[in-house]
């Protein structure tokens, strides 16, 4: 294995694990605030996808309407998150772990067969925008334009998720509301509100990885079942609720599968689950501290 | 402490031989099809009944049983297709390589608590998944193994059906028994009081993995069952959408209630073979029952009638135990 090739491959896991890092961003700030453990985040990123496919060619799939696409695809989705936290998930607040996890899994039931009846069965495809389709030449090694942009994408998520909770007045509300719901409560602000707030960014974000994930794979029936897990586990190493730890995770998850393909290629799959195993038996709760 | 189930032994003796009857004398009257239906929902009663033990009684959050459930179908698979061995071999060893792997993955487990635990079983499960589905040579993949050969007297449905019967009534007879044993008893102390059950000599984490080690003991016994009643194997036997499936069984049916994950899987097997062949939003469905289970009787459907019918059979209160002593 030369140079240019392992150097590819980290830029390719790189931007896996941007999205790993988003999707798993929203999961993990609902359990951090909400404390509910939602499985239908996966089934959130799914619709995204087919949201931004039917969007996209909506829009004649032009470049322009692309980046348009990665902002109101996922605003579609934190609409609907939107209207499951007023309607359904404000009832199991506080509730056992795995009353929780049935409901959530109920929606997964439901809305990917919703997204069955509305796009069929079979699997769509989105081409990469004609902006963001040449590839890039670093050190030597081509990598997709597209990848790039993902990887720029990724950070800046990151910041912008930061500056909303450490620098603004909501955010700084999100956190009191994650600490003590009474308290917040007693100042005169309705926290029931904020958890909805919450709640669609957490929707928001799988939708946006779901757009993002549109045009370098086949959108399918059953990536909602695929991510989730990896998107459960990442939430877990890094630590529930933290935002750095999740990013992280993300990143040793994306960067070991891909690397693990040059090493031992049939089991590329299972070197991710076999690292989240080794660092949850060294450090139960995460890689960073849990705001649990 | 009474820790009697359902009234003395003579009544429990009568209802056993009362229900084997029925279920015995079931393939007279029905057709074949139905046969094989019964058959399904025996070993989906058993392998959620199994699950049970670890979710309800143990207060455990098991999140992949499914992984015990497609390794003892798959040892039969295996010592069937692959070797020249009797093909005894495999039902007796299923079971037991389900346990082991337990062990394996329970030791690692029962240091944890609550969502953690469930992650790690996850992660755990996953990783046995992944290798089973990867691994061509032996597993066959993703086409899995088909057209295991049994015996001709275990080839025909209702052969395989009264083997089930015998099997899984044996089974439910031992776990019954189990969860009235002292250890029983101990493991919903656990679930209910962590601290206060430590703090009078319960080993926490023996009493964990042992109940997760017999549950995947019998989870491995229901697969080699599942393999009698389909003979043929997918990795699908080990994905987490399986264990997902259990786990709505064991809530709908009650997870306090010994018989409730039976009847979880009775309703549920039913309904998807009458509605589930006529609608084609089988799946759609099933979140909206489930969603309505989870809002409005959390309990279960037998939880539920317990408290409401002041009589017969559904009397019957595991959960509440600890409120009698």
């Excluded at chain 2, 389909?230 to 010994?258: D, Q």
């Amino acid at each position: 294995m030369d140079g240019t090739t392992m150097l590819s491959q980290i830029l390719v896991g790189l931007s896996r694990s941007m999205i790993l890092f988003i999707v798993s961003a929203g999961l993990t700030v609902v359990l951090g605030v909400l404390r509910v453990v939602n499985f239908a985040h996966g089934t959130f990123y799914m619709l995204g996808a087919f949201l931004a496919f039917s969007l996209a060619k909506w829009l004649s799939f032009s470049s322009a309407g692309f980046l348009l696409t990665l902002f109101i695809a996922p605003l579609g989705v934190a609409l609907l998150s939107f209207l499951i936290e007023r309607f359904l998930l404000r009832r199991i607040y506080g509730k056992e772990h795995l009353l929780q996890l049935l409901l959530t899994y109920a929606l997964v039931l439901i809305i990917s067969d919703m997204v069955r009846m509305v796009w069929g069965t079979s699997y769509k495809s989105l081409a990469v925008p004609e902006a963001f389709s040449g590839s890039v030449s670093i050190l030597g090694s081509f990598i997709p334009t597209y990848n790039l942009l993902l990887i720029i994408i990724g950070p800046l998520t990151a910041t912008a998720l930061w500056v909303f909770f450490y620098r603004t007045r909501m955010g700084k509300i999100v956190r009191a509301t994650a600490g003590d719901r009474e308290m917040v409560n007693a100042l005169g602000i309705n926290s029931s509100w904020v958890l909805a707030v919450v709640f669609s960014i957490g929707g928001y974000l799988a939708g946006l990885g779901g757009s993002l994930i549109a045009p370098t794979a086949n959108i399918v029936q059953g990536m909602d079942v695929s991510i989730i897990v990896k998107s459960f586990l990442i939430v877990v190493v890094g630590g529930l609720g933290n935002i750095w730890g999740t990013l992280l995770a993300a990143l040793i998850f994306g960067l070991g599968e891909s690397i693990g393909i040059l090493i031992l290629p049939r089991f590329a799959l299972i070197i991710p689950f076999i690292i989240t195993t080794l660092i949850l038996i060294i450090r139960p709760t995460g890689l960073l501290k849990s705001v649990w | 402490m009474q820790v009697s189930f359902e009234g003395n032994t003579k009544t429990v003796f009568w209802q056993i031989i009362l229900a084997l009857a029925f279920l015995v004398s079931l393939p007279f009257f029905i057709s074949d099809y139905y046969v094989y239906l019964a058959a399904l929902i025996l070993v989906r009663a058993l392998f959620a009944t199994s699950l049970n033990l670890v979710v309800g009684y143990g207060g455990m959050l098991h999140l992949h049983p499914a992984v015990f459930f497609g390794l003892g179908a798959y040892s039969v698979a295996l010592i069937i297709t692959k070797t020249s061995l009797p093909f005894w071999i495999g039902f007796v060893l299923g079971p037991i390589a389900a346990a082991l792997v337990a062990a394996a993955i329970g030791w690692f487990c029962v240091r944890l608590e609550g969502l953690y635990f469930g992650m790690l079983t996850l992660a755990l499960g996953q990783l046995v998944w992944s290798v089973v589905y990867r691994w061509y040579e032996v597993t066959g993949g993703d086409d899995g193994i088909h057209g295991i050969d049994l015996p001709t007297w275990l080839k025909s449905t209702s052969g395989s059906y009264f083997a089930i019967v015998i099997v899984g009534t044996v089974c439910f007879y031992i776990f019954y028994k189990m969860v009235n044993s002292p250890f029983g008893v101990a493991l919903q102390a656990t679930r209910d009081n962590p601290q206060r059950s430590e703090s009078i000599g319960i080993d926490l984490k023996r009493h964990r993995l042992t109940a997760f080690i017999i549950s995947g003991f019998f989870a491995g016994i229901a697969g080699t069952l599942f393999v009698m009643v389909e003979r043929s194997v997918s990795p699908n036997l080990l994905y987490w959408t399986l264990s997902a499936e259990v786990l709505i069984m064991c809530l709908v049916g009650g997870m306090h209630k010994f018989w409730g994950p039976a009847v979880g899987a009775v309703t549920l097997v039913l309904l998807r073979s009458f509605i589930g062949s006529q609608a084609n939003y089988w799946l759609a469905l099933l979140g909206v029952i489930l969603l309505l289970v989870v809002l409005f009787i959390p309990q279960g459907v037998l939880g539920y009638l317990s408290e409401r019918l002041p009589f017969g059979p559904f009397k019957s209160k595991v959960g509440e135990k600890h409120a009698q002593c």
